[in-house]
């Protein structure tokens, strides 16, 4: 009985789930000057910084995407994210951020953070160059 009813909420929420995925792929190169091998497997996650709350319950860090930089430094991330457009006319598009994790400066790792952007799919976001030397 129980079962039966979590497949129906499941199934109500899915369509509105759908509803408003936005995807996105972006693109960047880290470059540690000071080390240039620290650059190879710096973390790069891709967050939406205005999550949706039924995504957060079930995804509390709002992770979009992660990848590893290269040993050139260079990266490409790609995910999805949900607007949450409650009001008609109101659209409330997924907002998008980079972070990367990485230790160039030191050992214990470092995080930076990069301002959101809004370019979705299918346009593809230039991060550009990313200088991990504090
Ligand atoms: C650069 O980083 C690598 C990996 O952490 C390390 O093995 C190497 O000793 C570092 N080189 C210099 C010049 O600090």
């Known amino acids: 009985m129980l079962k039966a009813k979590i497949l129906l909420l499941v199934g109500a929420l899915l369509p509105l789930a759908m509803a408003g995925e936005k995807c996105v792929w972006a693109?960047?190169?880290?470059?540690?000057?000071?080390?240039?091998?620290?650059?190879?497997?710096?973390?790069?996650?891709?967050?939406?910084?205005?999550?949706?709350?039924?995504f957060q319950t079930i995804d509390p860090d709002d992770s979009m995407g992660v990848t590893f930089a290269n040993e050139d430094g260079s990266f490409t991330?790609?995910?999805c994210g949900y607007d949450?457009?409650?009001?008609?006319?109101?659209?409330?598009?997924?907002e998008p951020y980079i972070q990367i994790r990485h230790n160039c400066n030191t050992d214990d790792g470092e995080t930076l953070i990069l301002p959101g952007f809004k370019t979705f799919v299918?346009?593809?976001?230039?991060?550009?160059?990313?200088?991990?030397?504090?």
């Open 84 to 94: 949450r457009d409650w009001l008609p006319f109101v659209t409330n598009d997924p």
């Open 27 to 54: 693109r960047g190169k880290v470059l540690c000057e000071r080390n240039a091998t620290k650059q190879l497997n710096a973390e790069v996650r891709l967050l939406d910084k205005d999550g949706d709350w039924v």
């Open 122 to 134: 299918p346009d593809t976001y230039e991060a550009g160059t990313i200088k991990l030397d504090a």
């Open 77 to 79: 991330v790609e995910g």
